[in-house]
């Protein structure tokens, strides 16, 4: 599969993505029931060992889609003092085993329950005192948590140990979480976001919930309660991702204006619906330079997973060029492209913040590695163009209109001896709230007179731009970083402001020739190292 052609695909024109490492990845070493830092094959000698039972009745769920089979919870126990992760499903008696290595002897642990589709329905809450709750054991051999019984909500109802037992003497009263008024974690029901999980007096010296918000960091959409998302935080940890390998899941929501009008006056349905077709997931594997092993294969996990997974497509290109197929047929593989291992994915569903994936990482020494990684906000829409124009006059724009809509057919008129103004709504997350930790990016693609075809690729920038644009690379892309972005108006608006002389009227190309400027196309981009959302419209000079 070619990376640079499903890139070319998925963007139409567009910025290709960026694929960087994701700051919230957890690692679980070895795909197996038991999982840890051993040799990789999911068996580990154990010093001590976490056991239980879930109640049979609840040892696993039906899946939306996958009515003929059930499927299994997953329990996550991590250290406090290394961050690593070690697992165990439940099986159809709901009973469950997590083997911890001598390495972690005499360490506490989160233990936290997974559904089968992979969101975390929240941590095992030992002991409630003030306001706060205990959520660190240290197991001592065979350390058995009795017969679990999840609750019908668990944003309602904690979690609880089996209350016949007595395991005082094994709490750990300094790994601890905020509860609130009905005894649940504080960050559950938000997946750590929100005020109600923020806080300024979070515990430095803990490491699996330094927030103390009741979720282990993996599964915090804000690690440490500054009330900044994870993926636009400079501080957020990495959650033990190994050194020497690089994972990532990357959205992608680009839209012509052609596809626009459901964004901008549809309903919540017709946005949906939009939205299960529109987003593309990639994930992304590759080897840092600093490895001493190579990447045999990756695949994500059917479960626990994301229940749109069974329905979810891959792109992939074939003898008739990209087109999308079953990734279930394809058993959730990622294929080779280049330096990496990566999967274009269309979810055909809507996706949510609190999905996550889990995904092994085989390497040429044998050993298998496991990482997970919750998606901690998802586009809710594109960022809107809602004025244009100069300074002094500003129209409004309008996607539907029978005279300019942004499309090639009937382009957007401006004043090219002044600088353009845009006006634009930034996109929503999910809870309905303007994403404002973003860059944008302007990207300007030229059209050549003689045959309207797009230049860029040809373009001497140093010969077309003789003089350089603070913010421009150089080829047509202006930046501006979120630092730089006037506040939020009170209409919930952007105004940036791109130079006259990004709009040349003829370019130099890279063969000396003079190409003559028709029109131009610009990509307005919400972008992170996670994900990117946009709207490309036509626009021409008056």
């Known amino acids: 599969m070619s990376a640079s052609r499903i890139a070319k695909w998925l963007c139409v024109g567009f910025l290709g993505l960026v694929l960087t490492s994701c700051g919230e990845i957890g690692l679980d070493a070895g795909p197996g029931d038991q999982a840890g830092p051993g040799d990789g094959t999911g068996q580990v000698e154990g010093a001590a060992s976490l056991v239980g039972q879930l109640a049979p009745g609840q040892a696993a769920k039906r899946r939306p889609r ?33 083997d911890i290595p001598n390495s972690e002897a005499g360490n506490s642990f989160v233990v936290t329950v997974l559904a089968p589709d ?104 804000d690690d440490d309660g500054d009330g900044i998302v994870d993926d636009f935080d400079e501080d957020s940890e990495t959650g033990g991702i190994a050194s020497d ?43 840092e330079p600093s490895t001493t092993r190579s990447i045999v294969s990756a695949e994500v996990l059917e479960t626990p997973g994301p229940t749109y997974l069974p329905t979810s ?11 999308p197929v079953s990734w279930a047929d394809e058993d959730y593989a990622l294929s080779a492209s280049g330096d990496r291992l990566d999967a274009f994915v269309c979810p055909n569903d809507v996706m949510d913040a609190g999905d996550t994936f889990s995904i092994d990482v085989t390497f040429d020494d044998g050993t298998t590695e496991r990482y997970t990684h919750m998606i901690n906000y998802v586009f809710k829409n594109i960022p809107r163009l809602l004025e244009y124009g100069t300074a002094a006059a500003l129209a409004e724009f309008d996607v539907a209109s029978d005279v300019v809509d942004g499309t090639s ?30 860059d944008y990016t302007f990207q300007i693609f030229y059209n050549a007179s003689t045959d309207g075809r797009q230049v860029n690729g040809e373009i001497d920038a140093e010969a077309t731009w003789a003089v350089a644009i603070d913010g421009h690379n150089g080829n047509g892309t202006y930046l501006v970083e979120q630092a730089d972005l006037s506040a939020l108006a009170a209409d919930g608006t952007y105004t940036v402001t791109l130079p006259s002389e990004l709009f040349v009227d003829s370019v130099v190309t890279e063969a000396g020739d003079v190409v003559d400027v028709s029109s131009y196309k610009i990509d307005i981009t919400a972008e992170a190292p996670t994900g990117n959302a946009a709207i490309m419209l036509a626009f021409v000079k008056e």
Not at 142 to 156: A, K, M, N, R
Not at 417 to 436: H, M, N
């Open 245 to 287: 390998v690089h994972v990532n899941f990357f959205m992608n929501l680009k839209i012509g204006s052609e596809q626009a009008q459901a964004y901008y006056a549809g309903t919540a349905a017709e946005i949906a619906d939009r939205l299960s077709v529109d987003t593309i997931i990639t994930f992304d594997v590759a080897s």
């Open 118 to 221: 992979g969101r975390a329905v929240g941590p095992i809450v030992f002991d409630d005192e003030g306001g706060e709750g205990v959520t660190g054991i240290g197991p001592e051999g065979e350390t058995s948590l009795g017969l679990i019984e999840l609750p019908d909500d668990p944003t309602v109802s904690p979690i609880a140990p089996d209350p016949t037992l007595d395991m005082t003497a094994l709490l750990d009263a300094d790994v601890t979480t905020r509860l609130d008024e009905s005894g649940v974690p504080v960050g559950l029901a938000t997946h750590g976001k929100g005020a109600g999980a923020a806080t300024a007096t979070g515990r430095p010296g803990l490491t699996a919930d330094r927030d103390c918000d009741g979720l282990i960091d993996v599964f915090d959409a």
């Open 409 to 438: 057919e009937k382009p957007i008129p401006f004043d090219g001896t002044e600088d353009l103004v845009l006006v634009f709504a930034p996109p929503p997350d999910e809870t309905g709230v303007a994403i404002t930790g973003m």
């Open 313 to 323: 497509s891959l792109i992939v290109e074939g003898a008739g060029g990209l087109t």
């Open 66 to 98: 996958m009515q003929e089979a059930t499927y299994p919870y997953t329990l996550v126990a991590q250290s406090d003092e290394t961050g690593e992760l070690f697992r165990a499903e439940t099986d159809s008696e709901g009973e469950f085993s997590i």
